[in-house]
């Protein structure tokens, strides 16, 4: 399984950066994990988007799905005239506020573009080879971390959240926790994200084998945040950089 940073930046995109997207691969089959600002531009320089299998948005904020309206117009103008329905799974009741913008006739683009279905805790959706499982974490409500599998492999991505037994849940025995790391330690328990060195807490007692941090904000200072979640989990962690690859197998 391949992970590719597409966005690793929080609420806001960095120069050069963009927000929410990680794209998942494994043989033919690539899911994007959340489409915010800028990450369909970066995904262009990886695959052509109209190859993916799948899209997940694990809660509604925009970071995480501004870019749906650009993968629309994408595939709606594809040179070879508007793609298949491509599987979008959303955080329910996402879908109102989407559309909600948009001209009707907008709103019948967007939805000749997608196949919508809503995320289900707990409900494994199967994707070519990949098994992606949703569960319930504590942010906006409702948020979705996404346990993506490929055979025994596991990838789990925290989605945005604060540390606590749900987030500590899903990512049990990760191979690899792609874990947010929105707050520097000054903003510790002022909202609902945690900390360089609260993810580095979870990928230890989760027994993660490695750990990426993600989704930061472009003033965070990155190399602190390295420094805080190594010291909390006892071993390197990576923070995030747009086209990082990360290459995940048995360890
Ligand atoms: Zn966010
Ligand atoms: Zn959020």
């Not at 930046?9 to 690539?30: D, F, R």
């Not at 849940?169 to 328990?189: C, D, I, R, S």
């Not at 994200?193 to 007692?205: F, I, R, V």
Request: hydrophobic fraction near 45%; charge should be negative; proline fraction near 5%.
């Amino acid at each position: 399984m391949r992970l590719t940073v597409l966005g690793s930046s929080a609420s806001y995109a960095g120069p050069g950066q963009a927000c929410a997207g990680h794209l998942v691969q494994s043989g033919s089959t690539s899911v994007l994990l959340d489409c915010g600002n800028g990450v369909i531009a970066n995904l262009g320089r990886v695959m052509e988007p109209g190859d993916l299998d799948a899209v997940f948005i694990t809660h509604g904020h925009l970071d995480h799905f501004a870019d749906l309206y650009t993968l629309q117009a994408l595939l709606r103008y594809a040179p070879g005239g508007p793609s298949g329905r491509l599987d979008l799974a959303l955080a329910p009741g996402l879908i109102e506020r989407i559309l909600a913008p948009l001209s009707s006739r907008g709103k019948d683009e967007f939805l000749e573009a997608f196949q919508v279905v809503d995320l289900v805790a707990g409900h494994t959706m199967e994707v070519g080879g990949l098994a992606v499982t949703p569960a319930l974490v504590d942010h906006a409500d409702p948020t979705f971390a996404l346990l993506v599998e490929d055979g025994p492999i596991r990838l789990c991505y925290t989605a945005d959240t604060k540390l606590g037994d749900r987030v500590m849940a899903v990512a049990a025995g990760a191979n690899l926790l792609l874990a947010e790391a929105t707050l520097p330690q000054e903003y510790a328990g002022q909202a609902p994200h945690m900390t360089a060195s609260q993810a580095g807490t979870l990928a230890y007692q989760a027994g993660a084998l490695q750990l990426v941090l993600t989704h930061l904000w472009p003033t965070n200072d990155r190399e602190s945040a390295q420094c805080e979640a190594t010291a909390a989990f006892g071993s390197h962690v990576h923070v995030a950089t747009e086209f990082d690859v990360f290459d995940i197998g048995p360890q």
